[in-house]
């Protein structure tokens, strides 16, 4: 059994919630592993950032962000532009997965894509650490 841990580093254009397809970063950890089979796990390291799996296609990101705003109002403190809620959203999806990858490849669906949804309403960069564990 070999392990292989991947730091990557994301950045989202706007500010606000953000969606961020990380699937060909996450693809290309597993494929520079060399290992043939196993499982990857995909690990947010910020606590105002989700990682699962979606299907993206136009209007999934107004649809999330319509949905969490009904799930989880923005609250401000006073003279705060940034909202208090991020973390509440984000522990509601969870912030890590774990896939198989088989002939050293990740196995997901069709239409599926490895998304990091970033709740925080500001621009700064985000780590996401992939471990690779297989043989």
Do not use: Y
């Amino acid at each position: 059994m070999q392990i292989k841990t991947v730091e990557l580093e994301f950045k989202k254009n706007e500010e606000g919630i953000g969606i961020i397809d990380i699937t060909r970063p996450v693809e290309h950890s597993v494929i520079d592993s060399q290992m043939d089979s196993g499982i990857a796990t995909i690990q947010s390291m910020n606590s105002n950032v989700c990682i699962t799996t979606m299907e993206l296609e136009p209007g999934t990101e107004q649809d999330i962000k319509k949905a969490f705003g009904r799930l989880s109002p923005d609250v401000r403190r006073r003279g705060d532009s940034v909202p208090e809620r991020q973390d509440v959203r984000s522990s509601i999806v969870g912030s890590g997965i774990t896939l198989p990858f088989r002939e050293n490849r990740i196995i997901i669906g069709k239409w599926q894509e490895i998304v990091m949804i970033d709740f925080d309403g500001v621009n700064n960069r985000k780590k996401v650490v992939v471990q690779i564990v297989g043989e």
